[in-house]
């Protein structure tokens, strides 16, 4: 419940500084480090794409080393926003 709580507030949220415009291409179709096909993440600075967290973490350690902070729930165009300076839901 408290996910849905925070996507649902996330959509009235105010928009965050760190999304680039626009959105980086995706470079891959899997996890450039573990080659995973599930649940991916886009950087939306340079179109990395790295697993989630709840695998190898690969697209939060891309984003904490490049300066990168905002990702998209892969596809982009359906899924979350988040970004790691702001440590929030954004978009």
Do not use: K
Not at 41 to 63: I, K, N, W, Y
Request: proline letters at 5%; charged letters at 20%; one cysteine or more.
């Amino acid at each position: 419940m408290d996910l849905i709580r925070r996507l649902a507030d996330s959509a009235s949220a105010a928009a965050c500084e760190h999304i680039p415009a626009p959105t980086a291409t995706p470079q891959a179709d899997r996890c450039q480090e573990c080659g995973s096909t599930w649940n991916l993440r886009l950087c939306a600075t340079c179109g990395h794409v790295g697993c989630c967290e709840s695998q190898h973490g690969d697209a939060r350690t891309h984003a904490l080393a490049s300066g990168h902070p905002v990702i998209y729930q892969m596809p982009a165009e359906s899924g979350f926003i988040w970004c790691y300076a702001e440590r929030r839901y954004v978009g």
